[in-house]
């Protein structure tokens, strides 16, 4: 069995920024030359996470946006 490891090295600037990854992992697959099997990705912080989902402006850029600040108001007061 092959087994891979590759590092994708990105920065946020917060207020919940998303970047979309599709182009690095793709291109961290090809050049592993890896034909078949799963890609796994895991993400360090414990304020940032990982998803999947249809890269669409309208999303990404305003309807996430919206979810996140009705679930944690920016303004609101947190002990942590």
Not at 20 to 42: I, M, R, Y
Request: aromatic share 4%; hydrophobic share 40%; glycine share 6%.
């Amino acid at each position: 069995m092959i087994a891979e490891h590759n590092t994708i090295l990105c920065e946020t600037n917060g207020d919940s920024h998303i970047i979309d990854l599709t182009a690095d992992v793709q291109a961290s697959v090809a050049e592993s030359g890896v034909n078949t099997g799963q890609a796994a990705l895991l993400v360090h912080g414990s304020t940032a996470a990982l998803s999947t989902l249809e890269y669409e402006p309208g999303l990404v850029n305003h309807d996430i946006r919206t979810a996140m600040e009705r679930l944690a108001p920016h303004d609101a007061y947190y002990k942590h």
